[in-house]
């Protein structure tokens, strides 16, 4: 009789709505951080206009690799994430593509606008909420 062993998976359960804002929240500051010092230390193509600098488009890029990037990585998300104790996974529990996270990057405004909308009208947003990025990208965050 031959034994086997198999190591067991921890039991994961989807990520509450406020530990993944604060993480979102975590993410904004670090990027805006390194953003603000990029601006610090080089000079802008028109120092009059306020948001439509040619170099909005690269913030823009520098968020989408940032999130896009770390969410497909072996890591499952983004540093904000990994200090809460968040991943990134797939409907089956997979790592997500760079495509699929990039997806769920250019989705994310969406989500945040029904979120902002439904804290406006007095919504209740239940506890343990997929949102619309994570809907369409069958994709959920787990804790």
Same mark, same amino acid.
């Given at each position: 009789? /031959?034994?086997?062993? /198999? ?5 994961? =359960?989807?990520? /509450?709505?406020? *530990? ?36 909005? =488009? ?68 239940? *506890? ?16």
């Amino acid at each position: 009789m /031959q034994l086997s062993y /198999q190591k067991a998976k921890p039991f994961l =359960l989807e990520a /509450q709505v406020d *530990s993944r804002v604060l993480a979102f929240c975590l993410d904004a500051l670090l990027l805006l951080s390194i953003i603000g010092l990029i601006e610090y230390f080089t000079i802008s193509s028109n120092e009059a206009a306020l948001v439509f600098k040619s170099e909005r =488009l690269l913030h823009i890029l520098m968020g989408w690799l940032y999130f896009a990037g770390t969410e497909s990585a072996a890591c499952q998300g983004s540093i904000g994430k990994h200090l809460l104790g968040l991943r990134v996974v797939g409907e089956a529990g997979e790592r997500i593509s760079f495509r699929r996270a990039s997806l769920r990057y250019l989705l994310k405004p969406v989500s945040i606008f029904v979120l902002l909308m439904q804290a406006l009208t007095g919504t209740r947003v239940p *506890s343990y909420s997929r949102f619309f990025h994570d809907r369409i990208c069958k994709t959920r965050v787990l804790s």
